[in-house]
DNA sequence: TATTGTTATACTCTATAACTATA
DNA sequence: TATAGTTATAGAGTATAACAATA
């Protein structure tokens, strides 16, 4: 293996991150802030669910996503309501800002991420994306927030 | 596009950092400090480059790569000398305990990533490295630190 | 007891600006 | 002027622990 696997990855989305934010720019948001846009969109997504189903299925953790969608819903795009069967939770969908927004700018934000893999044919970019999703799927227990952290080192102590 | 390339990226990502920390559990490295070792290994690198060499070869800006660097400086993993030619820069190399240290952990972290992707065969892994090669080196202006960060928003101004 | 979401806190990565010492 | 590296500061992502409200 002449680069690591790991090398590569952070390359590979470090050049999507920052074609992702030129598309967002002048938006006031961050990559993740609109990936939930989409998620709870009505046309993309899945509007009703709660912040912690919201948070697994984009491998975020909670605490995180809770300052996300808090940061959202100051924004206007974004509405919480506790929810009436479970008062602990709040069901999330977009606020009609928030919806337009999502309209307006997933077109370009979509482009952007085409032009990243321009440099592939249709079936080379078809077949990046299944390889990825498939090692994805195969890593269930790896591709969860928290598991890449420094570990404690030799001898050192718990606080 | 059933999913973003970016959202598949950084799920992917995400597992080989979890894969690194667990094999690297107990050195008290991050990866991207193991990633430098590597890279200054006599036998796995390139020893004698500079701080400002290194930092673009990772794609890591230069401030962090000098705070990634002091911290392996201070736990004796790699040595900094002043160039004598040019007295500015300070070349890079591995101490005795780092080349042990990086010949010991390389294996297990090789094969924690190799791990990951154990789902596919070899000429799909083969694949999958080769086309993320191809998408990072064509997109050279956008694999560069800084270009990720969320833009000022409309209207806003610079401080 | 367990779970949703919060607050408080902290580490990592990343980055910009201003500085120093050299060139 | 320009570059190598530092210091100071900060934004963004990520995480743990402890908590309140609810189940």
New interface residues.
């Given amino acids: 293996?002449r680069?690591?696997?790991?090398?590569?990855?952070?390359?590979?989305?470090?050049?999507?991150?920052?074609?992702?934010?030129?598309a967002?720019?002048?938006?006031?948001?961050?990559?993740l802030q609109f990936?939930a846009l989409?998620q709870l969109s009505k046309f993309t997504g899945e509007p009703g669910i709660d912040q912690n189903s919201l948070a697994a299925r984009?491998?975020v953790d909670r605490v995180s996503m809770g300052k996300l969608l808090e940061e959202l819903e100051v924004i206007g795009l974004v509405d919480r309501q506790v929810d009436r069967a479970d008062r602990r939770a709040r069901l999330l969908r977009l606020t009609p800002r928030g919806e337009r927004l999502r309209a307006r700018v997933h077109p370009l934000?979509?482009s952007s991420?085409l032009k990243?893999?321009?440099?592939?044919s249709a079936k080379?970019r078809a077949?990046?994306?299944d390889?990825?999703?498939?090692?994805?799927?195969?890593?269930p227990t790896?591709?969860?927030?928290g598991?890449?952290?420094?570990?404690?080192?030799?001898g050192?102590k718990p606080s």
């Fill in positions: 293996m680069k690591a696997p790991i090398a590569l990855a952070r390359r590979y989305f470090q050049i999507l991150v920052a074609a992702s934010a030129d967002l720019a002048g938006e006031a948001l961050t990559n990936a989409v984009m491998s934000h979509f991420q990243v893999l321009r440099c592939l080379e077949l990046l994306i390889l990825m999703a498939r090692v994805i799927a195969a890593n790896l591709a969860r927030p598991a890449g952290r420094r570990k404690r080192a030799k050192a």
